[in-house]
């Protein structure tokens, strides 16, 4: 059974920054993709960074190009994502995704394994 438990997340100031955590847990990752995804009140949920466990390729959403870093630490099973330079618009609950493979890996419904969201509050 694939476990999925995010944490970090909170109320920060514009310009501020947050580190998401992701612990991953049941299975053996390195044929998976790790992925952060985010959905905002009344929008639909959205791709954000992913990582290829085996190879640590990273992807990223060109909205949080340049201010989001998706890293792993593999003895941790733990995937994260530090968020500089926050802006209002990064405002939505966060979540941990994981599936078989790197292929689709922006497409939140090729997922499977869902973590239970974290809020992430940028104030202005």
């Known amino acids: 059974q694939v476990q999925l438990v995010e944490s970090g997340g909170g109320l920060v100031q514009a310009g501020g920054s947050l580190r998401l955590s992701c612990a991953a847990s049941?299975?053996?990752?390195?044929?998976?993709?790790m992925s952060w995804f985010r959905q905002a009140p009344g929008k639909e949920r959205e791709f954000v960074a992913a990582?290829?466990?085996?190879?640590?390729?990273?992807y990223y959403a060109d909205s949080v190009k340049g201010r989001f870093t998706i890293s792993r630490d593999n003895a941790k099973n733990t995937v994260y994502l530090q968020m500089n330079s926050l802006r209002s618009e990064d405002t939505a609950v966060y979540y941990c995704?994981?599936?078989?493979?790197?292929?689709?890996?922006?497409?939140?419904?090729?997922?499977?394994?869902w973590g239970q969201g974290t809020q992430v509050t940028v104030s202005t």
């Open positions: 049941g299975r053996t990752f390195s044929s998976y993709v």
């Open positions: 995704a994981t599936k078989i493979g790197s292929f689709s890996f922006s497409y939140a419904r090729m997922y499977n394994y």
């Open positions: 990582m290829t466990w085996s190879t640590g390729i990273s």
